[in-house]
């Protein structure tokens, strides 16, 4: 899968949720690698604001990113189509401190990035894969969320709001294709029993009955109800049982539930990659949801590139007869085993490492040791198979080391140890000449690492 931006630019605009103000925001397309920045123009030289969970500086009511007094909020709506829609890189411009509200769903802003029209880069996207349980609760509010591994990213969200119009309610989404109708129109909620603290907060100027699901489900005197109707704006309304204040009905009895679940899947848009795995969330919210992006953004911080996924019952893409046929390598230097994966960018190798290898004899009887030079020999043959797929009639041609940089050691490989090797264009092809970085793993380890040029060339 390549990284993937825009087509073309457009523009919303609507009240704010918490100013009120009339706020225009303008989505444009951005370069490989850019991710999502926000930047606004109401601020004299401000400056793009990234937007990954480590920026995340507030979570009441909605998802507050910025620096300072640079700061945007409201933006997990607008997030949640971006990432539903594929989009990796877009540049979010805003002439105030939120983006708009709008219909209080995410439909406005998914519809409208469909409109616009979606073009494939160069570059291939980067995943998270979610490789073992990663688990985050918070005992104090009874918020949990949990990730699983899985083939595709797919969430199931469970609430309970302890109320007698919202009790126990689930929502689920198998798959992302689906966001558009089964997710994106779930509008924002509130309980009336809330508006007056949010007022006094400062936060919710801009709610109203077309921007959010209204619910009553305790009693308030009319003169209470009145009171908050004069502050938000908004005509009288007298409520005769426990329900939804507003005139039109739910888009679906759960519509709460599937709102949670777009909320959860804004915050973890702030990941900075599309997510490989099962969320299955317990009474999530912004400030846990945020969290758990912030734990994941820790751990890429960690390792820049995760560990290849590597099933060993998968077909793979060359096996040794193939890639016999690219190499001239024979026995007892061939050094890859298998392909597994390869893009226009990378590829992925296997090495099965067994006490069979000659080099153990002398390398070291006692407590054999696979060489570092053979490590960085294995990673070239492998970038040596992906410079070779840039050509016609691979097998005529042959890939010679020209240079080797950064080499690092970090953890010795023994016989029973399966290297998986990653290795990837750093520049473009100039002149036959590849210049390309590999990292070998052991499980999720990585153990070798380095950067080599190397020149392909026609075999007389």
Do not use: W
């Amino acid at each position: 899968m390549k990284q993937i931006t825009l087509q073309d630019s457009f523009t919303l605009s609507g009240k704010g949720l918490h100013t009120g103000a009339v706020i225009e925001a303008t989505f444009a397309p951005a370069p490989e690698n850019h991710g999502y920045k926000i930047l606004r123009t109401d601020i004299e030289g401000a400056t793009p604001i990234d937007a990954v969970a480590e920026n995340v500086v507030a979570t009441n009511r909605g998802t507050v990113v910025g620096k300072g007094e640079n700061t945007v909020s409201t933006i997990e709506h607008a997030m949640a189509a971006l990432y539903a829609s594929g989009v990796d890189n877009c540049l979010i411009t805003v002439n105030g401190p939120e983006l708009p509200i709008l219909d209080g769903s995410a439909k406005p802003y998914y519809d409208a990035v469909q409109a616009a029209g979606l073009v494939e880069q160069k570059l291939d996207k980067e995943y998270f894969y979610v490789k073992h349980k990663i688990e985050l609760a918070d005992s104090e509010t009874g918020s949990k969320i949990m990730l699983l591994p899985d083939e595709d990213f797919t969430v199931d969200v469970k609430v309970n709001f302890e109320s007698p119009v919202l009790a126990n309610q689930y929502a689920t989404l198998d798959n992302i294709a689906d966001f558009g109708s089964e997710i994106a129109p779930a509008r924002t909620f509130v309980f009336v029993r809330e508006i007056e603290p949010l007022l006094k907060a400062d936060l919710i100027k801009g709610g109203d009955l077309e921007n959010a699901i209204v619910i009553y489900d305790s009693p308030i005197e009319q003169s209470e109800l009145d009171k908050i109707a004069d502050a938000m704006g908004v005509e009288h309304i007298k409520p005769e049982h426990y329900g939804f204040i507003n005139s039109d009905e739910p888009f679906h009895e759960n519509e709460p539930a599937r709102h949670k679940l777009m909320d959860l899947i804004g915050d973890l848009a702030l990941i900075g990659r599309p997510l490989k795995g099962r969320v299955i969330a317990t009474r999530p919210g912004h400030t846990i949801n945020s969290r758990i992006a912030k734990m994941i953004r820790n751990e890429i911080r960690r390792n820049d590139v995760q560990a290849p996924v590597y099933n060993p019952n998968a077909e793979p893409l060359m096996d040794n007869n193939a890639i016999r046929h690219h190499l001239p390598h024979r026995y007892p230097f061939l050094l890859v085993d298998k392909i597994i994966d390869r893009s226009d960018n990378y590829i992925v190798g296997v090495k099965n490492v067994t006490t069979n290898e000659p080099f153990f004899q002398g390398h070291f009887p006692q407590e054999p040791v696979m060489p570092g030079v053979l490590l960085v020999e294995a990673m070239a043959q492998t970038g040596g198979l992906l410079v070779l797929g840039t050509v016609d009639e691979p097998e005529r041609y042959s890939t010679y080391f020209m240079k080797i940089d950064n080499v690092k050691f970090r953890q010795k490989v023994v016989p029973g140890d399966t290297l998986l090797f990653h290795v990837s264009f750093l520049t473009e092809m100039r002149r036959g000449c590849a210049v390309m970085k590999g990292r070998a793993f052991v499980g999720e380890k990585c153990v070798c690492e380095c950067e080599f040029m190397a020149q392909i060339v026609k075999n007389k």
